[in-house]
């Protein structure tokens, strides 16, 4: 939407899900995050399959990268992306590292490094995470990331392993 204040940022939010139709739940947060007042998408990946990262005893999931432009602060993003995934019938606190129907996770806000209790900026796992790095240097070429380092570096330096890009077919729903 417009009205961009005066200080928007660049934010990168990270998409995933393993439930209930993985590529819709991915498509309808898209069109969530782009009905948020003060948020403009600026790039979308492409939608991703990649094996579980945690419990096994999981469905893959559906990951994808969205970078927008925001006036919001870090905190008001972050709730309204809460607010997409209870919109989306996320159950928090089942099973750590369990499967979901929606994960949305501010994964960088502008050049800033936020520790606080409710919010990580960068987030902690994102050197590891194939099926971060790999959609995330589709929406960028060019990108440190602050404490980490280059992004080109960083998906060198992970192994795609069990991320696999999905296919046009694959990516309708
Ligand atoms: N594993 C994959 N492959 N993709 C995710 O989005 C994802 N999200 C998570 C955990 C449970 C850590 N595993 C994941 O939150």
């Not at 990946?45 to 990951?63: C, F, I, K, R, W």
Request: a negative charge; proline letters at 6%.
């Amino acid at each position: 939407m417009n009205n961009l204040s005066a200080h928007a940022v660049t934010a990168y939010i990270g998409l995933g899900s393993n439930l209930e139709s993985p590529v819709a739940q991915i498509k309808s947060a898209r069109l969530a995050i782009n009905a948020l007042d003060n948020v403009k998408e600026l790039a979308f990946s492409s939608l991703y399959a990649s094996t579980p990262m945690g419990p096994q005893d999981q469905p893959d999931y559906v990951n994808a990268v969205m970078a927008v432009e925001t006036g919001l602060p870090p905190l008001d993003l972050l709730h309204a992306l809460q607010a997409i995934e209870l919109e989306h019938g996320r159950v928090r606190g089942v099973q750590r590292w369990g499967a979901r129907t929606l994960d949305l996770d501010l994964l960088l806000y502008g050049d800033h490094q936020i520790e606080s209790p409710e919010l990580i900026v960068p987030h902690k796992g994102i050197a590891e995470r194939a099926f971060v790095l790999y959609p995330l240097s589709e929406c960028v070429s060019d990108l440190v990331v602050p404490g980490f380092g280059r992004l080109s570096d960083l998906v060198t330096n992970c192994p795609l392993a069990g991320l696999r890009r999905l296919n046009e077919y694959e990516s309708a729903s």
